[in-house]
DNA sequence: CTTGTTTCCTTAAACGTTTAAGCATATTTT
DNA sequence: AAAATATGCTTAAACGTTTAAGGAAACAAG
């Protein structure tokens, strides 16, 4: 079954294409086109099934109508929400999405970046990894089209979504404050990353304003790359001694859980013996037998403004850099008992 | 920063475009290009850092070098690690991956095969929704490459991967049976997809080969519309009565989520009081106070089947169909408890 | 010295669109 | 009646590649 193409309906009609062209695409006041020939012409593309082809669209008009998605990890949920958001709103803008997932790795989020670029995407989304500021920076040199998700670097001006990771941090703290507990830790990841920075600083200032003085012995960072080992590291370090914290600050969903198995293990009861909260949200806090309290981010707003975002830029270029913040909600559950 | 094209190189080499074409794509020995001036076209072309256009290698050759990928949904991390391993593979052979989810929605489903087909993908990985079979009909009365994951239809004759769904649904509630349940329910979908039809079948059968006579009246199935509600009910029926169930077989994962969130609530200790059992595997359910005991279906093994009959397929399109089917696991844990 | 062969390069068409420019023919205006 | 404008279409170039065909020069063989 051969492909229609705009010189199988123009033979058929006896035209010429490029008629053919201006009935379909919808530009026959401009060129004038008959409306006999108009009506025939498309009787007969919708009787051959004409379907345009994108490919050489796209040659002609130097677009693709693509966007390229580069998260952080396409297995974690957090992200695979972002990306079912990301491209929903690009399919009602008639863009299709390419995707990939860097792993939190710097050489494959590179490599990504340039596999899409080179198949012409027409702007990119992504959540840059540790150490990748020269490939942002370069896209910025570049002029290409580009927006940051859910992580930013402060020092390069661009365009970016995230959320007020360190008024969240502060708010979650202040809520274990709250409930009564006295020493709180924090489990984060060991990293450069700016969300990740803030929201030890929300943790921090937190325990500052309520005159803990905790400061940074409660405060533990488990590697990416050593997760399980670090954090039960970072557990055990925060839960032995003489004073061991009665509550823990998880900064992100997969410390939580991989935390919680671990204390799982150690027989600790949630929240009797340790109070729990953490960012993001996930299947497994929600079963958890004390389902734990957690920040929400709002997922579909941040795709949505990201999509948003990125076809203005697409579209003007000079468009100015927009920087958005939106605000999370804590969502209180049992595991940090009550008040 | 304008884009760099053959014509620029040829214009800076002071040679036809031709010569450049035949140099970059190392096609040099049959075009019989000279020594010197290939050395001299390579480093211009690395000096202007040349990259070549896909689009419009695309259109001349009428192959995009990229597949399209819809999952039921992309939300569900089985489906987001299925969509890595495929993305994975897939650039490792130098394809790129369009994506979608289809939220188990014929309609968007369709929507996204048209769409992706529009954007010239070479081929589609799809994991069919209920009711899609037309769909699918016609992908193949119009040759396009295809191959099914997950699920397929058995009345058409398609390439797919799948696993043995009836083995392991017998095996899992065989390992109940081993562990002293006497009355084992099972809570699947309501659906005519295939796959779930014979993870019910390897249920019965099993009961059957056991002399458990609990027939239908322990298999329950919620619709995927009215998931928690109907997960409520089911368990509700099968712990009420006279003989409440002692066991419960999850058809999924999320059938598992959702059913234990409810049998959390209801304050029904696993495994003392029901033992548990589920397909697919999940953070929550490693988190889970008892961890649940699953078939696990290998992921990346499935990914990586489905790229290359894909891959096959599009290279050779005279090549018959394959159907794949792979073994899966029971991962014992402590949800069932001990024989 | 012709003829044949090899070597190295160019020409030009093609992929399927879009769109500016041009060209008849018909209609209106002066 | 001549000039201007409107109408309805075609031509052809362009986007950036690939690749079959051809051609000129150099050399070898007869």
Redesign the pocket.
């Known amino acids: 079954m051969?492909?229609?193409?705009?010189?199988?309906?123009?033979t058929e009609a006896?035209?010429?294409?490029?008629?053919?062209?201006?009935v379909?695409?919808n530009?026959e006041k401009?060129?004038?086109?008959?409306?006999?020939?108009?009506k025939k012409i498309r009787a007969i593309a919708h009787k051959l099934n004409?379907?345009?082809?994108h490919?050489?669209?796209s040659?002609?008009?130097?677009r693709s109508f693509t966007i390229g998605l580069i998260v952080a990890d396409i297995s974690n949920p957090f992200f695979g929400n972002i990306a079912r958001t990301i491209e929903d709103e690009a399919k009602r803008n008639n863009y299709t999405v390419i995707f990939g997932s860097s792993d939190e790795n710097v050489d494959k989020s590179g490599d990504l970046i340039n596999v899409l670029l080179n198949r012409q995407v027409d702007g990119l989304i992504i959540t840059p990894t540790e150490g990748s500021e020269e490939q942002i920076s370069q896209l910025k040199a570049q002029k290409v089209p580009f927006v940051l998700i859910d992580r930013f670097f402060p020092e390069i001006e661009a365009s970016h979504i995230a959320v007020n990771n360190y008024e969240a941090a502060y708010h979650a703290v202040s809520h274990l404050v709250k409930t009564g507990r006295k020493r709180i830790g924090m489990v984060a990841y060991k990293t450069s990353l700016h969300h990740i920075g803030e929201r030890k600083r929300g943790y921090k200032e937190a325990l500052l304003a309520h005159h803990m003085t905790s400061g940074n012995t409660l405060l533990k960072s488990a590697r990416y790359s050593h997760l399980a080992a670090d954090i039960r590291l970072s557990i055990d370090q925060l839960l032995s001694g003489r004073h061991p914290a009665d509550a823990i600050f998880f900064a992100t969903n997969s410390l939580a859980i991989e935390g919680l198995k671990y204390i799982n293990s150690l027989g600790i009861r949630i929240p009797d013996q340790l109070a729990v909260i953490t960012f993001d949200e996930s299947e497994a806090l929600d079963l958890f037998y004390s389902p734990v309290t957690f920040v929400r981010q709002p997922i579909l707003e941040m795709g949505r403004a990201a999509v948003r975002v990125l076809l203005e830029e697409i579209k003007d270029n000079k468009k100015e850099i927009e920087h958005i913040c939106i605000d999370t909600s804590l969502v209180i559950r049992k595991s940090c008992g009550s008040r």
């Open positions: 051969k492909k229609v193409s705009l010189k199988d309906i123009a006896g035209v010429s294409t490029a008629l053919v062209s201006y379909l695409t530009k401009e060129a004038r086109v008959g409306e006999e020939i108009a004409y379907q345009p082809n490919i050489a669209r040659l002609k008009s130097g």
